[in-house]
DNA sequence: ATGTCGTAGGCGCTACGA
């Protein structure tokens, strides 16, 4: 299986690039981000036409995520138990989920497409929900994988978060400033993977980024943020063979601000390699 | 230059989120 995340910025204004993409790196299942509608305005009819079946989850013009595949898809779900909901000054409990998660189970593996909250400052309101966000997905991933160790897990999308340094090459991007480098939020970010993730990237592309603003030539610069990931279980990771960032996709006719980043798998697993040759 | 995008509301812009 070759699986691949974007945040693409709004489906609607790049969905000719996405299928594009998706078609020439023959890539099986792409989770979304961003996708910046609802299920009714999405453009089904190009991923179809294309091989893909689509499951999308939207609820206005901001967030949404989206998962297409050429695999069958199974148990779809809308929200990770106990994911935080937010809404702007409706401070307090029992807020309105966003539309930042999609699971669902393709050949055996659950796969989640996440728009992690921003934050905006680290003031805001919406800092303290990224955070709260960030602790009740890594409650879910060690209870999962409490549950069933061996179940292939894998994590996908814009974390918004730059783990450690070498992740930050933006100069505004400031540790005590901003968000996406704060201790409180890489601390968050180490917690998940303590969980009993893997970044599965990392390992194979050690460098890179995934995200340059739009703004102030951060792309011909090159000053980005390594902020989109593929965090795996053991089962999911120990199956990784390849790894890819597109930086390419950055470049050319209004491009998103995130390019894809792409795994391979190999799920046959290491029992075929170890069966004795007079089976 | 708060320097670019995308969407909504509703028609040339502003508001908002990122």
Same mark, same amino acid.
């Given at each position: 299986?070759?699986?691949?995340?974007?945040?693409?910025?709004?489906?609607?204004?790049?969905?000719?690039?996405?299928?594009?993409?998706?078609?020439?790196?023959?890539?099986?299942?792409?989770?979304?981000?961003?996708?910046?509608?609802?299920?009714?305005?999405?453009?089904?009819?190009?991923?179809?036409?294309?091989?893909?079946?689509?499951?999308?989850?939207?609820?206005?013009?901001?967030?949404?995520?989206?998962?297409?595949?050429?695999?069958?898809?199974?148990?779809?779900?809308?929200?990770?138990?106990?994911?935080?909901?937010?809404?702007?000054?409706?401070?307090?409990?029992? @807020?309105?989920?966003?539309? $930042?998660?999609? =699971?669902?189970? !393709? &050949?055996? +593996?659950?796969?989640?497409?996440?728009?992690?909250?921003?934050?905006?400052?680290?003031?805001?309101?919406?800092?303290?929900?990224?955070?709260?966000?960030?602790?009740?997905?890594?409650?879910?991933?060690?209870?999962?994988?409490?549950?069933?160790?061996?179940?292939?897990?894998?994590?996908?999308?814009?974390?918004?978060?730059?783990?450690?340094?070498?992740?930050?090459?933006?100069?505004?991007?400031?540790?005590?400033?901003?968000?996406?480098?704060?201790?409180?939020?890489?601390?968050?970010?180490?917690?998940?993977?303590?969980?009993?993730?893997?970044?599965?990237?990392?390992?194979?592309?050690?460098?890179?980024?995934?995200?340059?603003?739009?703004? @102030?030539?951060?792309?011909? $610069?090159?000053? =980005?943020?390594? !902020? &989109?990931? +593929?965090?795996?279980?053991?089962?999911?990771?120990?199956?990784?063979?390849?790894?890819?960032?597109?930086?390419?996709?950055?470049?050319?006719?209004?491009?998103?601000?995130?390019?894809?980043?792409?795994?391979?798998?190999?799920?046959?697993?290491?029992?075929?390699?170890?069966?004795?040759?007079?089976?």
């Amino acid at each position: 299986m070759r699986l691949a995340t974007w945040n693409v910025n709004s489906i609607r204004a790049r969905v000719a690039r996405t299928v594009d993409f998706a078609v020439r790196e023959n890539i099986d299942v792409l989770a979304m981000q961003e996708i910046k509608c609802k299920p009714e305005q999405f453009p089904y009819a190009p991923f179809e036409e294309a091989g893909y079946e689509v499951h999308a989850h939207g609820l206005n013009q901001w967030n949404g995520v989206a998962i297409a595949s050429r695999l069958p898809v199974e148990d779809v779900r809308t929200a990770f138990p106990g994911m935080p909901g937010f809404a702007k000054g409706h401070e307090g409990p029992d @807020q309105p989920q966003e539309a $930042r998660a999609m =699971g669902a189970t !393709i &050949d055996g +593996v659950e796969v989640w497409s996440l728009y992690v909250p921003n934050g905006r400052s680290l003031d805001d309101p919406h800092y303290t929900y990224k955070l709260d966000w960030l602790a009740a997905l890594t409650e879910y991933t060690r209870s999962t994988l409490e549950t069933t160790p061996e179940l292939p897990l894998a994590l996908v999308g814009d974390f918004n978060i730059a783990p450690t340094d070498e992740d930050n090459g933006d100069p505004t991007v400031i540790v005590g400033l901003t968000t996406h480098v704060s201790p409180p939020e890489r601390h968050a970010f180490r917690q998940l993977l303590a969980a009993g993730l893997a970044d599965t990237v990392r390992p194979l592309v050690p460098t890179g980024f995934t995200y340059w603003d739009y703004k @102030q030539l951060r792309f011909p $610069r090159n000053e =980005g943020l390594r !902020i &989109d990931f +593929v965090l795996g279980s053991p089962a999911f990771a120990d199956a990784v063979t390849g790894a890819a960032i597109h930086r390419n996709e950055r470049k050319g006719e209004i491009p998103s601000d995130h390019v894809p980043v792409v795994v391979d798998l190999d799920l046959t697993g290491p029992d075929d390699d170890d069966r004795p040759m007079f089976w």
